[in-house]
C-alpha cells in the first residue's frame, strides 16, 4: 500500500472499531465494504488482515472476561463455524480471480442485510433456543466468517434474543471471534495465500483499532444507542448497495 492508501485503511479500520464498540459488531463489515468500495486491497488480503485484527482486540477483551463466557453455547457453535469456514473460504478461492463482481455482490448482499438486522432489534426469546438453532447459526457464520472474516451478524442476531445476561453474551461471541480467526489465518497460511508485500503494512492499524475501542468506551459519542444504530445502519446500506449494483449491472451486460 502507498502511504496515502495506508492512511485510508487506519482511518477505515478505526471508525469500524469504534462502531462495533457501541453497536456490538460491523468491525468486518465496515472495514470490508469500504476496501471493496475504495480497492485499497484484494478481498482476500483483507480478510487477512480483518482476522488479524478481530483476534487482536478478542484477546484484549478476553483477558478479563473469559469467565464469563458461556462455554456449551460456544461448542455447539464451533462445531459447524469451523467446517463451514473451510467451505466459505474455498468458494473465496473460487469466486476471487475470474468472478470478482459475483464476489462483491454477494459481500454487497450480506452488508444490505446485515445492516436491516442492525435497523430492527430483534425480540428477546422466553426461553432459551435448543441446541439445533446454534448449529445453524454456527454454520452460516462460519460460511460468511470464511468468505470475508464477517462471521459476527448472524450470531449476534441469534444471541441476542437468548435470555442470557449481556456480558455473557457479548463474552461468548467474541471467544467465538477469536478462535474462527485462529482458524482461518492458519487455513490462509496453509493454503499459501498469506498476502505479500506492503499488504503486511495494513498490521499498523492495530493500535489504530485498540485506541478506537478504548475511545469508544471512554467517551462515547452524545447520541442514544438507538441514533447510534441509525447512523451506522444508512453506512452499511448504502454501502452495500453502491458495492452490489455496478456488480448487477456488469453481470447483465
Given at each position: 500500500?502507498?502511504?496515502?492508501?495506508?492512511?485510508?485503511?487506519?482511518?477505515?479500520?478505526?471508525?469500524?472499531?469504534?462502531?462495533?464498540?457501541?453497536?456490538?459488531?460491523?468491525?468486518?463489515?465496515i472495514t470490508m465494504g469500504g476496501i471493496a468500495l475504495t480497492g485499497?486491497?484484494?478481498?482476500?488480503?483483507?480478510?487477512?488482515?480483518?482476522?488479524?485484527?478481530?483476534?487482536?482486540?478478542?484477546?484484549?477483551?478476553?483477558?478479563?472476561?473469559?469467565?464469563?463466557?458461556?462455554?456449551?453455547?460456544?461448542?455447539?457453535?464451533?462445531?459447524?463455524?469451523?467446517?463451514?469456514?473451510?467451505?466459505?473460504?474455498?468458494?473465496?478461492?473460487?469466486?476471487?480471480?475470474?468472478?470478482?463482481?459475483?464476489?462483491?455482490?454477494?459481500?454487497?448482499?450480506?452488508?444490505?442485510?446485515?445492516?436491516?438486522?442492525?435497523?430492527?432489534?430483534?425480540?428477546?426469546?422466553?426461553?432459551?433456543?435448543?441446541?439445533?438453532?446454534?448449529?445453524?447459526?454456527?454454520?452460516?457464520?462460519?460460511?460468511?466468517?470464511?468468505?470475508?472474516?464477517?462471521?459476527?451478524?448472524?450470531?449476534?442476531?441469534?444471541?441476542?434474543?437468548?435470555?442470557?445476561?449481556?456480558?455473557?453474551?457479548?463474552?461468548?461471541?467474541?471467544?467465538?471471534?477469536?478462535?474462527?480467526?485462529?482458524?482461518?489465518?492458519?487455513?490462509?497460511?496453509?493454503?499459501?495465500?498469506?498476502?505479500?508485500?506492503?499488504?503486511?503494512?495494513?498490521?499498523?492499524?492495530?493500535?489504530?483499532?485498540?485506541?478506537?475501542?478504548?475511545?469508544?468506551?471512554?467517551?462515547?459519542?452524545?447520541?442514544?444507542?438507538?441514533?447510534?444504530?441509525?447512523?451506522?445502519?444508512?453506512?452499511?446500506?448504502?454501502?452495500?448497495?453502491?458495492?452490489g449494483a455496478p456488480s448487477i449491472v456488469n453481470l447483465l451486460k
Amino acid at each position: 500500500m502507498s502511504p496515502a492508501e495506508l492512511l485510508g485503511f487506519l482511518l477505515l479500520a478505526g471508525v469500524a472499531a469504534y462502531a462495533q464498540t457501541l453497536t456490538g459488531f460491523a468491525f468486518g463489515l465496515i472495514t470490508m465494504g469500504g476496501i471493496a468500495l475504495t480497492g485499497l486491497l484484494s478481498l482476500p488480503d483483507a480478510a487477512v488482515l480483518v482476522s488479524a485484527l478481530t483476534f487482536v482486540n478478542a484477546i484484549q477483551m478476553l483477558l478479563k472476561g473469559w469467565r464469563d463466557v458461556s462455554w456449551r453455547d460456544f461448542r455447539l457453535v464451533m462445531a459447524t463455524s469451523v467446517p463451514m469456514l473451510f467451505a466459505g473460504y474455498a468458494m473465496l478461492e473460487w469466486l476471487a480471480d475470474t468472478r470478482a463482481d459475483i464476489l462483491r455482490l454477494i459481500l454487497g448482499i450480506i452488508i444490505v442485510v446485515s445492516s436491516l438486522q442492525l435497523a430492527l432489534r430483534p425480540e428477546p426469546l422466553r426461553q432459551k433456543s435448543g441446541p439445533a438453532s446454534f448449529l445453524f447459526f454456527g454454520s452460516i457464520a462460519g460460511l460468511m466468517g470464511g468468505m470475508f472474516s464477517t462471521a459476527g451478524p448472524p450470531l449476534v442476531y441469534h444471541f441476542y434474543r437468548q435470555p442470557m445476561s449481556l456480558v455473557m453474551i457479548r463474552e461468548t461471541l467474541v471467544t467465538i471471534f477469536a478462535l474462527n480467526a485462529v482458524f482461518r489465518i492458519s487455513l490462509v497460511g496453509f493454503s499459501g495465500n498469506l498476502p505479500t508485500g506492503s499488504a503486511w503494512t495494513g498490521l499498523l492499524a492495530i493500535p489504530v483499532v485498540m485506541a478506537a475501542t478504548h475511545t469508544a468506551r471512554r467517551w462515547p459519542p452524545p447520541v442514544s444507542p438507538a441514533t447510534m444504530r441509525r447512523i451506522v445502519f444508512v453506512l452499511l446500506f448504502l454501502s452495500g448497495v453502491s458495492l452490489g449494483a455496478p456488480s448487477i449491472v456488469n453481470l447483465l451486460k
